[in-house]
């Protein structure tokens, strides 16, 4: 498939009509056309409807005089700075500034294999006045010179490829490469402004509003990997998306597995097979859950827990499968000597410090010792202090068994 679009220029005599052979015909980067009559000294700036694709350090030229040339020190969307002259330097209305420098290339075919020589920026005519060759797509200046005619500037001719559908990029790959860029002349500061819109016949599929946001519903049929913080205005259907950095939503459903890092939504929830590796924020909304399951983090093993003396001096303490920080239960044998009133059982935290001390909700589920009351607890960050303290008799028996259930929330 052709990469570049075909140039080609007719010269012919500007009394006669009949073809130019020998002509030459230069190419140059897409120029900018003054806007308004202005007369700047050196280093000052030129008003133009737009700079075109003249840069910073070019050296330019005016209209056709191609033997003098300008400095450019800086370019803004609608002013180019030029400097290298004595005097005032005067410009009419619509004069065209070119760049003479970082000339584009003429290729012999479409896919660039090899630059047209000695000058790879210049053609000459054929017997039939023909000028023709490769070049990539986009918008040029050139200038037709030669015997039996008037030197000419033609400005702003666009090459098109073969294909309109598929543009592709002559950019030259480095850190700071960009393959294609699209911009705008006039900001786009006022709310509901889009920066892109694309349409299925005449209906909006998908837009980037002003500040670079994505709106609509987004469908991923893949896998949608996404690096930094995440912003969705309304809803996520996707495959399997990872999100490493944080994900905010007004609205936030999942049609298959969602990875990320913290969640922030501030509307409705529907998640499918979901895991989140840090924290699920939930802002003013109703979330309606179908079963809960506090199954993430590391299980804890018998010696998490640590008993007062108050336990006896051989109690033990056994945990349940798969008990950890969010939900547990634990077994208590209270046996060997120095038996005594108000025994405590101290977990430190598996999966580290919450932000604050968490709550728990503890019940005793249980075993062969005699408890009328509920658990009396602590927290702080890293811990989670339980105290047998009971109505009828807060002094543990020996051989007993108290089992303990809750699950902590922070």
């Known amino acids: 498939m052709p990469q570049l679009g075909r140039f080609t220029h007719t010269a012919s005599s500007s009394t006669t009509g009949l073809p130019i052979s020998g002509a030459s015909v230069t190419l140059y980067k897409e120029g900018s056309t003054v806007n308004g009559a202005q007369a700047i000294t050196t280093g000052q700036a030129v008003t133009v409807r737009h700079r075109g694709k003249i840069v910073a350090t070019d050296n330019a030229f005016l209209n056709t005089t191609t033997g003098t040339l300008y400095a450019v020190d800086s370019v803004t969307a609608t002013t180019i700075t030029l400097s290298g002259f004595a005097g005032t330097l005067s410009l009419a209305n619509g004069d065209r500034i070119i760049a003479a420098t970082n000339t584009p290339s003429f290729y012999t075919d479409d896919q660039g ?5 000695p000058t790879a920026n210049i053609l000459t005519t054929s017997s039939v ?6 070049v990539n797509t986009g ?19 666009v090459v098109s490829g073969e294909a309109p559908s598929v543009i592709y990029s002559g950019e030259t790959d480095s850190a700071s490469a960009v393959a294609h860029k699209l911009d705008t002349i006039n900001a786009m500061s006022t709310s509901g402004s889009k920066l892109l819109s694309l349409l299925n016949n005449t209906t909006e599929k998908f837009y980037v509003d002003k500040d670079g946001k994505l ?28 999100i490493t950095g944080t994900l905010t939503a007004s609205d936030l459903t999942t049609a298959g597995a969602l990875t990320a890092g913290t969640v922030s939504v ?8 979901t ?3 840090s924290t699920l924020l939930v802002g003013n909304a109703k979330t309606s859950l179908y079963r809960l399951y506090c199954d993430q983090g590391t299980s804890h093993v018998n010696g998490d827990w640590v008993l007062s003396a108050g336990w006896g001096s051989t109690a033990t303490a056994t945990v349940a499968a798969s008990s950890k920080d969010n939900r547990f239960m634990v077994t208590i044998l209270c046996q060997g000597s120095g038996i005594a009133a108000n025994p405590t059982a101290t977990l430190t ?20 010792g005699n408890v009328q009351t509920s658990p009396l ?14 109505s009828v008799d807060n002094v543990p028996s020996s051989g007993d068994t108290y089992i303990l259930g809750g699950i902590v929330i922070g």
């Open 215 to 242: 709106g609509l519903n987004i469908g991923i049929l893949g896998t949608l990997a996404v690096a930094g913080a995440t912003t969705l205005s309304s809803t996520l259907a996707a495959g399997t998306t990872t």
């Open 349 to 368: 935290f598996k999966n580290g410090t919450f932000t604050s001390a968490p709550f728990a909700v503890l019940n005793w589920s249980g075993g062969t």
């Open 113 to 117: 294999g090899a630059a047209v020589s």
């Open 275 to 277: 895991t989140i590796t």
């Open 129 to 134: 006045g023909l000028a023709a060759a490769y």
């Open 266 to 273: 501030s509307g409705a929830i529907s998640l499918a097979a």
């Open 139 to 157: 918008a040029y200046d050139y200038i037709v010179s030669g015997s039996g005619l008037n030197t000419e500037l033609y400005q702003g001719m």
């Open 377 to 390: 607890w602590t927290t702080t960050a890293t811990t989670l202090v339980v105290t047998h303290k009971d």
